[in-house]
């Protein structure tokens, strides 16, 4: 199984500020990376795919790059509706694997 | 727009089969490029992805659960299930089932079910 690896596992933030994620797997994965927010009691929402495309209707603050082994979510301007649980998840091999979550917390 | 709904027991007893269903509205089960997904969460845990079953009907579970684990279709009712035999407390979780879609762009979860939490107890 391909391990994905996320860092850090929470972090604080103020609104308006720029929050990096990363994420790293086990072995190449070429750009089969997704990225997911989750809410409390929610069910986990697209945000990324193909490790840079966003999902329709995700705000443009929402930004992912990399490929191969190293993967990373950026936002860019941290707003109130988006302190959450995001993980990443690799979709290239079975089975799907995911991060441990990274928790943004204000 | 495809909605995912997921329904079964919140409570099983520890030995018996842990079943749910996913319905499905808005897409055919049927479709080319679809692999209907269960994923769990353990209570305050991360995501653990259970297995697919694919628009023809195959399958692919996780190896962890494979010997226990049973993914069917009903194409008829446009629904997918989940059987989980023996269980035990650590089966206990949220449920998801979630839609893995296939094309040019890539392989992602894109719909997903609003979550059952099962638990397993006497």
């Known amino acids: 199984d391909i391990q994905m690896t996320q860092s850090p596992s929470s972090l604080s933030a103020s609104v308006r500020d720029r929050v990096t994620i990363t994420c790293r797997a086990s072995q190449s994965i070429s750009n089969y990376l997704n990225w997911y927010q989750q809410k409390p009691g929610k069910a986990p929402k697209l945000l990324i795919y193909?490790?840079?495309s966003l999902q329709s209707g995700v705000p443009s603050r929402f930004s992912g790059s990399g490929s191969g082994t190293d993967f990373t979510l950026t936002i860019s301007s941290l707003q109130p509706e988006d302190f959450a649980t995001y993980y990443c998840?690799?979709?290239?091999?079975?089975?799907?694997?995911f991060g441990q979550g990274t928790k943004v917390e204000i | 727009q495809v909605r995912l709904l997921g329904s079964g027991p919140g409570l099983v007893k520890p030995s018996q089969t842990l079943s749910l269903t996913c319905t499905v509205s808005?897409?055919?089960?049927?479709?080319?490029?679809?692999?209907w997904t269960w994923i769990r969460q353990h209570p305050g845990k991360g995501l653990e992805w259970v297995g697919y079953?694919?628009?023809?009907?195959?399958?692919y579970y996780n190896p962890s659960l494979e010997s226990r684990l049973s993914i069917l279709i009903d194409m008829s009712k446009n629904q997918f299930s989940l059987k989980l035999s023996s269980v035990t407390a650590a089966d206990t979780a949220v449920y998801f089932c979630?839609?893995?879609?296939?094309?040019?762009?890539?392989?992602?979860?894109?719909?997903w079910g609003q979550g059952t939490l099962v638990t397993v107890s006497s």
């Open positions: 998840q690799q979709s290239y091999s079975l089975p799907r694997t």
């Open positions: 808005g897409d055919s089960i049927s479709s080319v490029g679809y692999y």
């Open positions: 193909a490790a840079s």
């Open positions: 079953i694919s628009y023809s009907g195959s399958t």
């Open positions: 979630a839609r893995d879609l296939s094309n040019s762009g890539g392989i992602y979860f894109d719909s």
